[in-house]
């Protein structure tokens, strides 16, 4: 039996000591999935940003170092298995905090606190690694699930792109609207009528990857 890992929430992405910008993630699609196939009486270790469903039991991640460290680990202990990637991570980090004051702009120093009256903030972001991109590096050998969450009419293309990029198994399709759910795989993609089916049939499809 392979094992499962499932991936969600997002982490945090430090402004400055003290705040921290981070993506609206619940992880509840990963609870989902999890429901889904302890019902089928198949196990899952569970992922889950810090912020996400706090009542979850599960392993935690705080910001992008912490969610890398625990991928690598995991993936070390169980390099042929299954890695279910629905969280949000982060494609931008912040490379610059300035803040505007009679001199001008002052840059505030990494790990640093914004002063409490300062002026105007101007944050820099730049663009960051794509983490699904590196699960092969880090030693997985087993099946990638990914997730593309874009415009009803992209989402299915930019699906395919990224399955063939990572070399994942199947990517899950949503789009903005919520009116595209889809799992995307190398026959194409099969469409659902709402949410609830998509899971189910995600569910069905991991618990094959686990008994292979």
Same mark, same amino acid.
Request: charged share 20%; hydrophobic share 45%; aromatic share 4%.
């Given at each position: 039996?392979?094992?499962?890992?499932?991936?969600?929430?997002?982490?945090?992405?430090?402004?400055?000591?003290?705040?921290?910008?981070?993506?609206?993630?619940?992880?509840?699609?990963?609870?989902?999935?999890?429901?889904?196939?302890?019902?089928?009486?198949?196990?899952?270790?569970?992922?889950?940003?810090?912020?996400?469903?706090?009542?979850?039991?599960?392993?935690?991640?705080?910001?992008?170092?912490?969610?890398?460290?625990?991928?690598?680990?995991?993936?070390?202990?169980?390099?042929?298995?299954?890695?279910?990637?629905?969280?949000?991570?982060?494609?931008?980090?912040?490379?610059?905090?300035?803040?505007?004051?009679?001199? %001008?702009?002052?840059?505030?120093?990494?790990?640093?606190?914004?002063?409490?009256?300062?002026?105007?903030?101007?944050?820099?972001?730049?663009?960051?690694?794509?983490?699904?991109?590196?699960?092969?590096?880090?030693?997985?050998?087993?099946?990638?699930?990914?997730?593309?969450?874009?415009?009803?009419?992209?989402?299915?293309?930019?699906?395919?792109?990224?399955?063939?990029?990572?070399?994942?198994?199947?990517?899950?399709?949503?789009?903005?609207? %919520?009116?595209?759910?889809?799992?995307?795989?190398?026959?194409?993609?099969?469409?659902?009528?709402?949410?609830?089916?998509?899971?189910?049939?995600?569910?069905?499809?991991?618990?094959?990857?686990?008994?292979?």
């Amino acid at each position: 039996m392979r094992p499962i890992l499932l991936v969600g929430g997002s982490p945090r992405v430090s402004i400055d000591a003290v705040r921290f910008i981070s993506v609206a993630a619940s992880g509840a699609t990963a609870l989902q999935v999890k429901d889904c196939l302890s019902h089928q009486g198949l196990p899952a270790d569970l992922l889950l940003g810090i912020d996400a469903s706090p009542l979850a039991a599960a392993q935690r991640y705080v910001d992008r170092e912490g969610l890398e460290s625990a991928l690598k680990h995991w993936i070390t202990v169980n390099p042929t298995g299954v890695v279910v990637m629905s969280a949000a991570v982060n494609d931008y980090r912040v490379a610059q905090v300035m803040i505007e004051n009679s001199n %001008g702009q002052t840059v505030v120093p990494v790990g640093a606190k914004l002063p409490s009256r300062a002026g105007a903030v101007t944050i820099r972001l730049e663009p960051a690694s794509k983490l699904i991109e590196q699960l092969r590096s880090w030693g997985l050998s087993g099946s990638i699930v990914g997730f593309k969450y874009e415009a009803r009419d992209t989402v299915l293309a930019s699906a395919e792109a990224l399955r063939r990029r990572v070399d994942a198994t199947v990517v899950v399709a949503n789009s903005l609207c %919520g009116q595209m759910q889809a799992l995307v795989d190398e026959r194409g993609p099969q469409r659902f009528p709402d949410r609830s089916a998509l899971v189910e049939a995600l569910g069905a499809r991991l618990a094959a990857l686990a008994r292979r």
